[in-house]
């Protein structure tokens, strides 16, 4: 079985950008895990919290305007609804 680091997020989207591009890839380059998961709510379930809350599509966007590599290392993003 693989070695894994999980983040689940219902707070403040700094912290999400955080574990996208600098914990998970730590953890990585460190042979500690062989894959992140990210676990954020969907825009639909985000619109229903408090502001300042991250959500899937919008960290998703942001991880494929970084480009292909970054963050380098694999990463398993999934966005959950009400």
């Known amino acids: 079985m693989g070695r894994n680091q999980k983040g689940y997020f219902?707070?403040?989207y700094s912290f999400?950008?955080?574990?996208?591009?600098v914990k998970h890839l730590a953890f990585y380059v460190g042979d500690k895990i062989d894959?992140?998961?990210?676990?954020?709510?969907?825009k639909?379930?985000?619109?229903q919290m408090?502001?300042?809350?991250?959500?899937?599509?919008?960290?998703l966007y942001n991880v494929i305007r970084q480009g292909r590599g970054v963050p380098a290392v694999p990463l398993v993003i999934l966005g959950i609804v009400p």
């Open 10 to 12: 219902f707070g403040k």
């Open 16 to 21: 999400v950008a955080y574990d996208l591009f």
């Open 35 to 42: 894959v992140g998961i990210e676990i954020l709510p969907m």
């Open 44 to 47: 639909s379930l985000q619109a």
């Open 50 to 59: 408090s502001s300042g809350v991250a959500y899937y599509e919008g960290e």
